[in-house]
C-alpha cells in the first residue's frame, strides 16, 4: 500500500558528503516516524537517525555531528544529509517509514530498497 524509493547512495572519498532521499507514496493517511537505518557486510542492522512526526530527532553515536535527518512533510520525503564520511559508514542505508494507512487506519513500517554508500580511505 506504501512504497518506498531511494536514491542518493554511491561511491564517495573518505571527508567527502553524500545526500540520501527517500520518498514515500500510496495510501498514506499520516507518517508518524522517518528512520534511516544501515546495514554493512556481516553486521547486523542498526539505526542510524530518526525524525518523528513531532520534529524530535536522535541519532546514533557514530554519526552525530555528522549526519543530519530532515524531512519534508508536504513531500512525504526524508533526508540525510551526511558530512564528514568515514570509511566505516560504508553500508547498504535503509529508509523506514512508519505509516498509518488510508484503508485500515492501522500503523505498519515499510522499508525503501537499500541504496549502496561506499566510502574510500
Known amino acids: 500500500q506504501v512504497q518506498l524509493v531511494e536514491s542518493g547512495g554511491g561511491l564517495v572519498q573518505a571527508g567527502g558528503s553524500l545526500r540520501l532521499s527517500c520518498a514515500a507514496s500510496g495510501n498514506i493517511f499520516r507518517i508518524n516516524n522517518m528512520a534511516w537505518y544501515r546495514q554493512a557486510p556481516g553486521k547486523q542492522r542498526e539505526l542510524v537517525a530518526v525524525a518523528t512526526s513531532g520534529g524530535v530527532t536522535n541519532y546514533a553515536d557514530s554519526v552525530k555531528g555528522r549526519f543530519t535527518i530532515s524531512r519534508d512533510n508536504a513531500k512525504n520525503t526524508v533526508y540525510l544529509q551526511m558530512n564528514s564520511l568515514k570509511p566505516e559508514d560504508t553500508a547498504v542505508y535503509y529508509c523506514?517509514?512508519?505509516?498509518?494507512?488510508?484503508?485500515?487506519?492501522?500503523?505498519?513500517?515499510?522499508w525503501g530498497q537499500g541504496t549502496q554508500v561506499t566510502v574510500s580511505s
Open positions: 523506514n517509514v512508519i505509516v498509518i494507512v488510508t484503508t485500515t487506519r492501522y500503523e505498519y513500517d515499510y
